[in-house]
Structure formats: C-alpha cells, structure tokens
C-alpha cells in the first residue's frame, strides 16, 4: 500500500501565477482533505472532497479550489499567487472514520 | 479564543525522560482526540486517537483525555532521540469527521 502520495514535492512559483498541486489517497480511502501549513503552525483546513463533490471549506479565499476524479485522487488549485501562500500544502485521506492519513505534503515557495 | 490551544514548546528532554505534552480545546462536542507526530520536511503521521474521555495505551505512548476540563495530554515514557519531532494535538469536527482542527504543534528534542 503506497499511503497517501502528493506530488511534486516542491515547487518555486511567482506571485501572481496558478499553481496545481495533486493527491492521491490510500488505497479504499474515498475522502480527501487539503490542508495548509505554515512555517511553525499546525495545518489549516481548506476543503474537503468527497463523491467528487465539495463537502466543506475552511475559511480560505475562493482563490483557493479544488477538484477530485472518479478514482478519488484529488487536485488543489491556486489562484493569484500572493507571497503568504507559500506552505507545506498537506493532503489528507480518510474512509469514513476519523482516522485521517497525510501524504508527505507540497512545498510551494512563492517569490 | 482558539477551538485548540497547545504549548509551542521548544521541550528539551535527555533521553529515557517521560514527556508530557498538552492541549486544550473549547468546544465541548468534541468527542474524538487524535495526536500526529511531524518529522521535519515529512507530513503528519497518526500516532493515538482516542473516543470521549479517560486512556488509551500503546507501547511507550498513553493519550489521556479529560473531557470536564477540556484537556488533552499525550505521554512518552523512556523517550528516545528518535522521538524528536513535532506533536500535533487535533481534533475533528463534531459534524464531520474530514475536518480536523490542529493545535500549533510542539516541538520536541531527546537529547542522547
């Protein structure tokens, strides 16, 4: 079982560009949470996505969207770049429990 | 006032140390309690969770809540230096379970 896989790993962007991050999630995993981390935080909620659908946001600009396939891997998208994105970008899987397992996260760094 | 509090640390322990760290949240609908260990560059891993109050044990680890004070606490006997990390406290949503809410994390170092 491959865990929760994010990819890239790390990514350099300039304000004001789009960025897209993807996840897939553990395998029999249906749900997908994105999370936001900042330098000496613990992660922020964004969204989550289940049934391909949006099930809830956390308090994130519309800026921030997402999408998720039939097969459940997931992609997060970012508008406008502005300097405070830059994060560890944390994806999240979970099967209807509370358990939730994190993939090794996306380093954006915004110049 | 933030939903889960959590002491920053740094916490500096020499090894064999029994380490306690700590949380405290507001919203007392919360019934399930999950702490994540953080190695520097990697995402968070599952270490306990843990349903309404009292103890669950595994190997060197006990996570203890107490739900009439709105505390809860992670314990680390014989800790080792690859016990430093970063430890999360969070909680999910009373209504969804997708949606954790994590405290600041606390940074801790075993010194050898």
């Known amino acids: 079982d491959a865990g929760v896989t994010q990819s890239p790993t790390h990514l350099i962007k300039t304000r004001g560009q789009q960025v897209t991050l993807r996840c897939s999630p553990k395998?029999?995993?249906?749900?997908v949470s994105w999370y936001q981390q900042a330098l000496g935080q613990g992660p922020q909620f964004i969204f989550q996505?289940?049934?391909?659908?949006?099930?809830q946001r956390g308090n994130f600009p519309d800026r921030f969207s997402g999408h998720q396939f039939p097969n459940y891997s997931s992609e997060l998208n970012v508008n406008a770049l502005l300097l405070g994105d830059s994060a560890l970008y944390l994806c999240?899987?979970?099967?209807?429990?509370?358990?939730?397992?994190f993939g090794q996260g996306t380093r954006l760094t915004v110049v | 006032q933030k939903e889960v509090e959590q002491d920053p640390g740094p916490l500096s322990v020499p090894e064999g140390a029994i380490v306690s760290l700590n949380c405290t949240y507001s919203n007392s609908a919360f019934q399930y309690f999950m702490w994540y260990r953080q190695y520097s560059r990697k995402g968070p891993e599952l270490l306990m969770y843990?349903?309404?109050?009292g103890n669950k044990e595994d190997g060197r680890f006990t996570a203890q809540v107490d739900k009439s004070s709105k505390y809860i606490s992670l314990f680390i006997r014989d800790s080792q230096p690859s016990d430093s990390a970063t430890y999360l406290c969070a909680i999910p949503s009373a209504s969804s379970y997708g949606k954790l809410t994590f405290g600041q994390g606390t940074i801790l170092t075993v010194h050898p």
């Open positions: 999240a899987s979970s099967a209807g429990t509370a358990e939730a397992f």
């Open positions: 843990t349903y309404s109050s």
């Open positions: 395998s029999g995993h249906d749900t």
């Open positions: 996505y289940y049934e391909e659908e949006e099930r």
